[in-house]
Every structure is written in C-alpha cells, then in structure tokens.
C-alpha cells in the first residue's frame, strides 16, 4: 500500500471534496447514530458528516492516508484498519457504514463474503450500507481501460490511470502522478472486479435487503452496459 501513502498528500487535490456525494450521503444514512467509513482515504466525508451531527469513525489500511485525516481533524476517529480487520469491531455499534471510492474491489473475491458478514454484523437492525464502485459490467469485455487524465492544471497536478491484463475477476490498475511535468511516482497494483449481478447475489446471501441502485450521486437510472459507476445502498433488516 505504499502507493497509497505516497499519494495522501495530493488525494484531495486528485479528489476534492463533492457536495454531491455528500447530499446523497446525508440521504441514505440514517439520521441517529454512528456511521463508520471503511477506506476513508483523507477523511474527508467523515469529517463532512461530523460536522452534520453523525459522528463515526474513519478506517483506512493505509498509514498516510490516516495521518493526514488525524490531521485535517485532530479531535476525530481514525483508525489505521483493513478491510479484512472490521471483525474486531463492537457489533451493533454503527447505524450507517459506508464503502466509496472503489475500494471493496482491492478485496479478493473470495473474501468479499467475510466482509459483507462484518458489515452485517456492525450494523444495528435497520441500519443502512452504501456501497459505490466502478461498473465493472462493460469493461470486463475489454483488456484495457484508460481513464481521463484528473487533477488540477492550475497546481500543474495530473493523475493517470488504467486497468490492464483485464481478464474475469482479476486486472492491473496501474497511476502515475505528474507534478508540474514530472512523475513523482508510478504503481500498480491488482484489483478484484466483479459485476452489478455479482454484488446483488453476495448481498442477497449476506442477508442485506436493497433500497436503491443507481449509477452516480445525482441518482441516474443504472445501466449495467453503459454507466461508469455503480452505487448500492442496502439495509440490514
């Protein structure tokens, strides 16, 4: 994960905050209670929804990415946690968990299931789970996916990023970051895609039950062959 660290100082140049996200969150998680946001990066809506009144905690594998939430937000929860580590949480202890940013496909396939049962487990009756990622569907019938270039032109900042070697259920997902003309650093690592179908039936067997499937914040209908992103909130009855 060093990549990750190595990229916490310019997230939120790469990422910035979007009000957008932050209105869908502020819909679809419960009112009361904790929220805990797994793969919080710099902590940022973690932070937002403090500030909202929904207090929580941030976890993130990454030890960078945690300093600087600590931060941004010194008197804040923010636990250096992977995804796989949410078993030594209190259950019952959150009313809202939320997973953004692409981060459940780090997760290989054959542990999405344990994960789903943490998130299950944490969550207290009625309790709600956002899930967002990229749409899978249309670029697994592809080798190689190129992105558009993302940063801040201004700050001479440019993101790049692509998947390569795509096969079923395994690709490489290869950044670089250029700053004012030159690539501080250059990574891959490999990442774990699944299908909208794939998520439905493991959250069905999780015992989740589905609220609402959309394809980005402003809440577009879902095409599974056409949209770029992929947005799951569901209910632990």
Request: glycine share 10%; aromatic share 12%.
């Amino acid at each position: 994960m060093a990549f990750y660290s190595d990229f916490a100082g310019h997230y939120e140049t790469v990422f910035p905050f979007r009000t957008g996200t932050a209105a869908f969150l502020q819909k679809w998680l419960p009112d009361k209670g904790r929220v805990l946001d797994v793969g919080c990066g710099t902590g940022a809506y973690t932070r937002h929804l403090k500030t909202v009144g929904r207090h929580g905690m941030g976890v993130d594998l990454d030890p960078g990415m945690i300093a600087q939430a600590q931060q941004a937000d010194p008197g804040g929860d923010y636990r250096i946690m992977g995804m796989e580590d949410l078993e030594h949480l209190e259950a019952g202890s959150f009313s809202g968990i939320f997973c953004i940013g692409n981060v459940l496909p780090h997760l290989p396939a054959e542990q999405v299931a344990t994960f789903l049962g943490h998130v299950h487990r944490l969550l207290e009756p009625q309790g709600r789970w956002l899930l967002q990622t990229v749409n899978f569907d249309p670029l697994l019938e592809r080798t190689r996916y190129d992105f558009p270039v993302i940063g801040d032109q201004v700050k001479g900042i440019a993101f790049h990023r692509s998947y390569r070697d795509i096969v079923p259920g395994r690709l490489e997902f290869a950044t670089s970051l250029e700053v004012a003309g030159e690539v501080v650093f250059q990574a891959s690592t490999t990442l774990y895609p699944r299908t909208s179908g794939d998520y439905r039936s493991a959250h069905t067997a999780a015992g989740f039950k589905p609220l609402v499937h959309v394809a980005d914040w402003s809440e577009r209908r879902f095409l599974p062959g056409t949209n770029s992103g992929s947005i799951f909130v569901w209910e632990r009855p």
